[in-house]
């Protein structure tokens, strides 16, 4: 049978089919993966992070080696359990996390860093946390109260000092004091700022053991809500 020119299809069908061809062959291009929208973040859980650095601090706080090496050992089960290395930057009093991966013979190789944000650093020394001024200054000034209730005014006089000191110089809790502090409100502060009395100063190691222990009955202070991880107490 003769093909006429009446046989031939419309060029509008021709054309939707070269279309529908077209979409069929075409095939989707994979998606850039520098518009990933996935960020990594510390994978380390922030309560063992806080566990961390209790250990570091009570490491550092004990005068017995054994429990010193003890706790540090502790320390290093928790992180490393999660793929992390604890190590202290002495320059700045600094503890940090950082992943076991990029780390090589106990160094960090910083061709395997593709970003910083999954370290963790936590500050040993110098002021708190100072959003939570507020919530740190009435718990201290709370455990003041409770040991003015509980013991002798020698104590309480001293308590209120060191709140003051501890609120006020690092926006730690009483009960947070390192032993540098300590001896910096022994010496410095309250020498000069807390006109001690005679009795004061004759009972002021066991005044300070006074406040300690008064203030494991005192609830702590409220997480402060622009904190991004609770506190450490």
Known sequence: MTRTNDDEPPEWAKERAREVMAA?????????????????????????????????????????????AFYRERRDELVEAHEYVPRLREEDDTLVLYPAEWMDDGTVQLDRIET???????????????DRYEAIAAYN???????AEARDAVHADTAESFAAFMSNHYVRAVDDATPDMREEFRTEYLPR??????????????????IESVAADVDGPAPSEASDRPSSR
């Not at 009395?197 to 009972?203: E, F, G, I, R, T």
């Open 141 to 147: 000034e709370a455990v003041a109260d409770a040991v």
């Open 193 to 210: 700022n807390g006109w001690p009395s005679d009795d004061q100063l004759a009972v002021l190691e066991e005044s300070l053991s006074v």
């Open 24 to 68: 069929e062959t075409t095939t989707e291009e994979p998606d850039d993966p520098d518009e990933s929208t996935d960020e990594r973040v510390p994978d380390v859980p922030a309560d063992i992070v806080d566990e961390a650095e209790r250990l570091t601090r009570l490491a550092r706080q004990t005068d017995d080696d054994a429990a010193a």
């Open 116 to 130: 910083t944000d999954r370290a963790v650093e936590v500050s040993l020394s110098g002021p708190g946390d100072a």
